[in-house]
């Protein structure tokens, strides 16, 4: 299985920064790199696919980039609903499908 | 749009099996391109992934839950389900499923959830 390693684990940061959230693969993965968004009680929500495009209706602050193992996801000026747990998922060799263990961003 | 939702018991004893059904609205099942799929999340922790069905009756399942899980496909009610069989506490989270879309040469992400049932094992 192909494991996924999300750094950091958790995250505190304050409204109109600049956030990264890194994503690791244990195997090249080429592209096929998702990130969701989840907020308590909530379904995870899909904000990027194939490593670098946005989801319709997803504002535009949200982007990702990388391949192969290294992955980023950014989010340029944060915005108070943007506060919530953050998770990769990979689809290159599957089954089975594996998540990265998610990151919690929290309010500073 | 497309909008799924999940039903069933909240509430399985331990060595039954667990039961759920997902009805789809808002589109076919039955349309291609997509799998359907079930995941998973332990009280407070992360995703695991279940397992997956093509419309057809393909399947694709964790091999960690391989022996236990059965994904079957009803087209003509719109809906798909999981049975997991001999649960334990360790099978007690909140079950969602999803449409899985896949693209040939780019990967499948999941897209839309249901909003998820929570179900616990206990006697």
């Known amino acids: 299985d192909i494991q996924m390693t999300q750094s950091p684990s958790s995250l505190s940061a304050s409204v109109g920064d600049r956030v990264t959230i890194t994503c690791r693969a244990s195997?090249?993965?080429?592209?096929?790199l998702n990130w969701y968004q989840q907020k308590p009680g909530k379904a995870p929500k899909l904000l990027i696919y194939a490593a670098s495009s946005l989801q319709s209706g997803v504002p535009s602050r949200f982007s990702g980039s990388g391949s192969g193992t290294d992955f980023t996801l950014t989010i340029s000026s944060l915005q108070p609903e943007d506060f919530a747990t953050y998770y990769c998922q990979q689809s290159y060799s599957t089954p089975p499908v594996t998540f990265g263990q998610g990151t919690r961003l929290e309010i500073k | 749009q497309v909008q799924l939702q999940e039903s069933g018991p909240g509430l399985v004893k331990p060595s039954q099996t667990l039961s759920l059904t997902c009805t789809v609205s808002g589109g076919s099942i039955s349309s291609g391109g997509y799998y359907w799929s079930w995941i998973r999340q332990h009280p407070g922790k992360g995703l695991e992934w279940i397992g997956y069905i093509y419309y057809s009756g393909s399947t694709y399942y964790n091999p960690s839950l391989k022996s236990r899980v059965t994904i079957s496909v009803d087209t003509s009610k719109n809906q798909f389900s999981l049975k997991l069989s001999s649960v334990t506490a360790a099978d007690t989270a909140v079950y969602y499923c999803a449409r899985d879309s896949v693209v040939a040469a780019r990967g499948d992400w999941f897209d839309p959830w249901g909003q998820g049932t929570l179900v616990t094992v206990s006697s």
């Open positions: 195997q090249s993965i080429s592209s096929y």
